[in-house]
């Protein structure tokens, strides 16, 4: 039985928290709702993994006290559209390893919750471990995301055209998916974005000998249509051109032949990487 509680964010909104297994604490954003099984289709056939959340807390919490909190959940049901800064996201996460009593504990993340543990380990020197997906640690697309996150908050502010026939886009055809998010779910990625224009990941300073991991897919790279900014993101290529850096600097380092930032991200991907990776870094009972 998993333990519950609740955490208070920066912006005064309480997220729920759930606590398995036992060992080492690793917290991990990540949802363990389950999908409709025509939804759950849809995210196969996008490559995606409708059991994700689930499927890693199964696989963890062997070897971990897992820290379960549905943080992209909970700011797609309550947007803070001026206050998602790096700090404040910070904060939040510091929030939620409190509400668990985990003063040390490792972290992982994938995506924007990847650039989201890396602006976490500069702000704390509570982690004990870092793994990343999804996101390169060095040349991170900070520039192209903010002009795609601007790109759909201004198409959610424009009124759906009722003319239009509503098609479902074909499995991997982003440029034709609609936006379906709020004014003010898009405006907090904006906000988080425009924040870390300044933000210089060659200079950043993790505490020293924190054990850290950075994974992408080699074909992780999405190349965005005008109405979506018109720019490249680029993931698996800067991971892989800074990999020996990146190793220098203590990161270990994989890329995956073949992946999208999909696939990647599949439980049957990551488990072997991360529990791999947390026994060989001694984070395990």
Known sequence: MAETADAVLHDGTTIAVSIHGDGPPLLLP?????????????????????????????????????????????????????????????????????????????????????????????RTDRLRALAIGGFPPLDGPYT??????????????????????????????????????????????????????????????????????????AADRIDYAPRWGGVQVLIGEPLAAHKEALIKAGWDVEILPGLDHLAAMNSSVVLPILTGWLRKVGWVK
């Open 30 to 122: 990540a949802s363990l709702a389950t999908h409709p099984p025509a939804e759950a289709e849809t995210l196969r056939q996008w490559g995606g993994d409708p059991d994700l959340g689930p499927n890693l807390v199964n696989g963890l919490e062997s070897s971990n006290r897992v820290i379960v909190a549905d943080y992209e959940g909970h700011r797609m049901a309550h947007p803070a559209p001026d206050t998602l800064t790096p700090e404040n996201v910070a904060a939040d996460f510091l929030a939620i390893a409190d509400a668990a009593g985990a003063e040390g504990f490792a972290y992982y993340g994938y995506s924007w919750l990847a650039l989201s543990g890396l602006q976490l380990a500069i």
């Open 144 to 217: 192209s995301m903010l002009a795609v996150t601007r790109a759909a908050h201004a198409a959610a502010a424009q009124p759906a055209d009722p003319d239009l026939p509503a098609v479902a886009p074909e499995p991997g055809d982003w440029d034709s998916a609609a936006i379906q998010t709020s004014v003010a779910q898009t405006r907090q990625f904006v906000t988080l974005y425009e924040a870390l224009q300044d933000f210089d990941d060659s200079a950043a300073v993790l505490p020293p000998g924190l054990p850290r991991l950075a994974f992408a897919g």
